[in-house]
């Protein structure tokens, strides 16, 4: 009976099973490297964007546009309201009419694709409202790309149309998310969804994605409309693209460009950040600039460390500092003390001499 193929020996087996758990690690790692990135916080103050009127073209990263006859005051950037979900601070919107219009867009998703731009949620709050009104989700896209006859529309999420992720009620901070079955509809006809707001044109995030795989966004962000009268709403946390975004009131009190956080004088101007002593604490708002245990106010040579307060003419400027520091008496230049002096000696004589003409002066 002829002999059957050759059997692997034990070694070769390891060696096979080595390779394929290898391999399965590769793929697991491939796997978390292709997930949608971690999210990073930014934090946007009002110094961040530009105020426009509605329609004006945007060319900052953040710009508040008001419609004409809507006031400023409508976006506001504020503390809480109640406990904000990152920092402490929110962007609040302010509707008093049904005519005014306000929103908030930012043009740093241009050009990404819609399918790439997920996970996307927002966290709002309604301090006055009735009903259903609700601050909305607006992402305005090209829907076949820059290559496709289709130019502009824009997707919007509602909270109202999306309470199956829970009840919209006044005095409390709610995530919207409005990824996958998000539910969105659109002010221009899209592949498989008609145009407008009613239930039968409304379509989830994925089935947008899906039947528009081209589509890129121009810009996003968050929009109070029109037909919103008494509605006050505040909006943070706001999530597109791997970035949150995190409204704050203003995170640079004392106006010197140095957010608060990084700022080595929070509540004093020092735009040069100068700390002398380097422990952190600005020159401009230190008690100590020198950091020599000695406060400025008492301190012979404030900018300058010494501890020991050494002032060899008594003229109130320490040796440390002071540019010329002379003798004044015969005793300033015995025991060798003649050495210590700005100007230099040749011996102690020397020294006497100086002392005595410049008394004869």
């Known amino acids: 009976m002829p002999a059957g193929p050759e059997q692997p020996t034990a070694p070769y087996l390891k060696g096979i099973t080595l390779k394929r758990l290898l391999l399965a690690a590769l793929v697991a790692v491939f796997a978390l490297l292709s997930a949608s990135p971690a999210s990073a916080d930014t934090v946007i103050i009002e110094s961040d964007t530009t105020r426009l009127v509605e329609n004006a073209p945007q060319i900052d990263d953040w710009a508040i546009y008001t419609r004409i006859g809507t006031p400023a005051s409508a976006a506001a950037f504020v503390e ?53 009104q609700h601050v909305a989700l607006n992402v305005q896209i090209d829907p076949d790309g820059p290559d496709g006859p289709l130019t502009f529309a824009t997707l919007v999420f509602e909270p109202v149309y999306n309470l199956n992720q829970g ?3 006044n005095g409390a901070w709610k995530t919207w998310n409005a990824s996958g079955t998000g539910k969105w509809w659109s002010t221009q006809p899209l592949v498989n969804q008609c145009q407008g707001a009613s239930t039968t044109c409304q379509r989830t995030m994925d089935h947008i994605v899906t039947n528009n795989p081209n589509a890129t966004i121009k810009l996003a962000g968050v929009n109070q409309g029109s037909s919103n009268a008494g509605l006050t ?18 995170d640079d009190a ?41 406060a400025n106010g008492t301190d012979n040579c404030a900018d300058i460390s010494n501890g020991d307060q050494a ?49 004869k002066a």
Request: hydrophobic share 30%; aromatic share 8%.
């Open 80 to 132: 809480g309201p109640g406990t904000a979900p990152l920092g402490t601070g929110s962007l609040r919107f302010t509707t008093a009419t049904s005519a005014h219009k306000v929103f908030a867009f930012t043009n740093d998703l241009a050009g990404t694709k819609l399918a790439d731009a997920g996970p996307i949620s927002y966290a709002a709050y309604r301090t006055a409202g009735t009903g259903n």
């Open 167 to 169: 009840a919209i009620v």
């Open 233 to 250: 709403t505040a909006v943070d946390a706001l999530t597109m693209g791997g970035t949150t975004y995190d409204f704050e009131a203003n």
């Open 254 to 294: 004392d106006g010197d460009g140095d957010r608060d956080g990084v700022d080595n004088c929070v509540d004093v101007f020092n735009d040069d950040q100068a700390d002398a002593d380097g422990d952190d604490i600005g020159d401009a708002c230190d008690p100590d600039r020198d950091g020599d245990g000695v």
């Open 311 to 359: 002032d060899a003419d008594g003229d109130g400027i320490g040796t440390a500092c002071d540019e010329e520091e002379l003798p004044s008496s015969a005793a300033d230049c015995k025991k060798g003390r003649f050495t210590m002096w700005t100007r230099s000696f040749k011996n102690q004589g020397d020294c006497v001499s100086f002392v005595e003409a410049g008394s």
